[in-house]
């Protein structure tokens, strides 16, 4: 890369080279937040709905059924796969109920904005919604699940294409 291109250049050359690489390790790398990486990445690749979407977004993925659930810290990756059951605001939290499997309190007024990405991922297509906290880093990823040979569920998809319609999620410059 040349001294005079700008670092928001320099990221979307190597997103356009490398689409699949790691959202975080890219962050690290050019000293941005995982928001720039994903707004870096190629056009067709990503749509943006604000934060105020959350709810409407994680109750509308309680009804898909098995997905994997990804937080990404610095400390490492954790990895849920089964279905995330739709929760209810209460005490300033989404709080997600059950006692087994996925269930928690999501502080969903920290969300500044969800994008919904389609992007190769260590050579196979990929879909998910990242949920963005008010820092620009990534509270968490919902991935559209993969069927016995790997593919991506194709029920899933057409419900994660029809939620970022639904959210009027747009393509960011």
Not at 35 to 41: F, G, K
Not at 46 to 56: D, E, L, M, V, Y
Not at 102 to 113: I, N, P
Not at 137 to 153: Q, S, T, Y
């Amino acid at each position: 890369m040349s001294a005079s291109m700008s670092a928001t250049a320099e990221l979307a050359v190597a997103l356009a080279e490398n689409p699949g690489a790691i959202i975080e390790e890219v962050a690290r790398a050019h000293k941005v937040t995982t928001r720039a990486v994903v707004e870096a990445l190629p056009a067709g690749m990503r749509r943006f709905a604000p934060g105020s979407t959350f709810i409407q977004a994680m109750q509308d993925i309680g009804t898909w059924g098995d997905v994997t659930l990804i937080v990404h810290t610095d400390d490492g990756i954790m990895e849920f796969g089964g279905p995330v059951p739709a929760g209810e605001v209460a005490r300033g939290y989404y709080n997600v109920p059950g006692s087994k499997g996925f269930h928690g309190h999501l502080r969903h007024e920290r969300c500044a904005g969800l994008a919904f990405v389609e992007r190769p991922f260590m050579g196979r297509p990929s879909a998910s919604i990242l949920f963005f906290n008010v820092d620009g880093g990534i509270m968490f990823k919902v991935f559209v699940g993969r069927d016995e040979n790997r593919e991506l569920k194709a029920g899933q998809l057409e419900k994660f294409r029809a939620l970022a319609d639904a959210l009027g999620a747009k393509p960011q410059a």
